[in-house]
């Protein structure tokens, strides 16, 4: 689901208000708004970026408060009428019902406070309504009383960025296996069609194209390797450690309960963490995270780029390879088309790259206890890992799986290769393979026609050293001559 754009106001002046109260004094909220007077402040004070909270997050904070609410009944200490309430009213909103009340913007107040509270009150609210009460009436269900029971901001916004982190992990795993088959394919369909290597964009030895695309298939599976081996930290749950880590206010048996709702109700198999302090302060599973994205938008670049440059042309470039055409690629040049996903890829691993490093600064920012740049990292990781599992699909739907070879084209650059003298030189020595070298560039022979001229080897013999997958594999082609 994108992120949704557009300032979200408090009020308009002409909207109806009821006024309520928190600690600082009275507050006016929107009549029909299920949020209150904290979430209201959180608006008026951080008019930002325009965004609203990321869906993952948002359903995993909903997923903490029911479970939170479900282990506080089994312990006794919440009313099991009021508990029950909250648990409907979480229902209801993991359903969608209330998104347009989750308004806070995801540059906030620091740890997460005015999320943590946009959702206490969301919830609060309309389990009063379920119970026969009126929204901003919190006598009956209280946001921080029963809603944030046995929880603080600073375990449950964390271990929201946890589950959100798994949920979109998922997802682009699907897309990232999917790129891995389809560049799979295309290195099957491609294996027969011999080409040129090149090196320092100079001719190299001979490669078969489909080995290209299966080198990038391989790239991309180990970046997948390195994005589940980045996993194990987000598995491990701080909730029940409540304000710092110790678990103040926040039963044993609680804890252990609320670890086992989450996993139920996530469906990933978490775990409580073996020291609840240093989960608080640690952003480290959120760092490894972001660098195995980071390795992945690298590859990204470098295999956008190599497709950007075997595609070039059609005329003056490499032609190598054909990218389906997607749109017309210019206002003013007639007929001209773009590599339109290749180079929207680029940019969107340039952001994930630059996401890394913000992440990375926000990591080292926390002091003592806490880390209050949360929802920085929570924001940035969490877009990249949107953007990148929407640039995956359409990458592999409308680019890889269209892509055709240009045959001929690769053939001819093999044999006008001047490294094909390297597959010669333990024929002819590589003194003779140099000088042959220097006449083809000089005249612009090939080096088949040079070594046949001057009887350095039999065209039989050409042909035979140059067979496809012996020149391509490793050992000396011809070498049973």
Not at 106 to 132: D, K
Request: charged residues 20%; aromatic residues 6%.
């Amino acid at each position: 689901m994108p992120f949704a754009f557009g300032l979200v106001p408090i009020f308009k002046d002409t909207m109806s208000t009821r006024l309520e109260k928190d600690t600082l004094g009275p507050v006016e909220v929107p009549s029909d708004a299920y949020y209150g007077a904290q979430t209201a402040r959180a608006v008026a004070n951080f008019p930002i970026s325009g965004l609203k909270p990321h869906p993952s997050l948002l359903w995993a904070t909903l997923v903490v408060k029911k479970s939170a609410a479900k282990a506080n009944m089994a312990t006794g200490r919440l009313d099991a009428e009021i508990g029950a309430a909250i648990v409907q009213a979480a229902d209801e909103a993991l359903m969608g019902k209330f998104d347009a009340h989750f308004v806070v913007d995801p540059f906030q107040a620091g740890a997460g406070t005015s999320h943590n509270m946009n959702a206490n009150e969301v919830l609060a609210n309309r389990a009063a309504e379920l119970l026969g009460g009126a929204r901003g009436d919190y006598a009956r269900v209280n946001p921080n009383d029963h809603v944030n029971m046995a929880q603080s901001t600073n375990d449950v916004f964390p271990t929201a960025m946890r589950l959100a982190s798994l949920r979109m992990v998922s997802l682009l795993r699907t897309e990232l296996e999917a790129l891995r088959d389809s560049l799979r394919r295309k290195g099957v369909e491609f294996d027969h069609i011999l080409k040129s290597g090149r090196t320092h964009l100079q001719d190299a030895v001979p490669i078969r194209l489909g080995q290209e695309f299966e080198a990038y298939a391989a790239a991309v599976e180990k970046n997948l390797a390195g994005i589940e081996r980045s996993l194990p930290g987000l598995y491990e749950l701080g909730i029940g450690g409540t304000a710092i880590g110790t678990g103040l206010n926040a039963e044993a048996r609680y804890i252990e309960l609320v670890v086992e709702e989450i996993a139920e109700a996530s469906g990933f198999p978490v775990c409580r963490t073996n020291n609840l302090v240093e989960t608080t302060q640690n952003m480290d599973p959120f760092v490894a995270l972001s660098s195995a994205l980071k390795g992945l938008a690298i590859n990204l670049v470098r295999i956008a780029n190599d497709l950007r440059l075997l595609a070039s042309g059609p005329r003056t470039g490499l032609n190598e390879i054909n990218l389906p055409p997607l749109q017309p690629g210019s206002s003013i040049m007639p007929g001209k088309v773009n590599p339109v996903m290749a180079e929207v890829t680029d940019m969107v691993a340039f952001q994930v790259i630059g996401a890394d490093t913000t992440i990375t600064l926000a990591a080292q920012a926390g002091q003592l206890e806490l880390n209050v740049m949360m929802p920085v990292i929570a924001f940035n990781l969490l877009f990249s890992l949107e953007i990148l599992k929407n640039t995956l699909h359409k990458l592999t739907e409308s680019c890889i799986g269209g892509i055709t070879a240009n045959e001929a084209r690769c053939t001819r650059y093999m044999d006008e290769s001047v490294g094909l003298v390297t597959v010669l030189a333990p024929y002819i020595g590589y003194a003779a393979a140099a000088e042959v070298a220097k006449e083809s560039i000089k005249t612009g022979r090939s080096i088949r026609e040079i070594i046949v001229s001057r009887e350095l080897l039999s065209p039989a013999a050409l042909t035979e050293i140059l067979l496809p997958y012996p020149l391509t594999n490793p050992g000396v082609p011809g070498q049973r001559r």
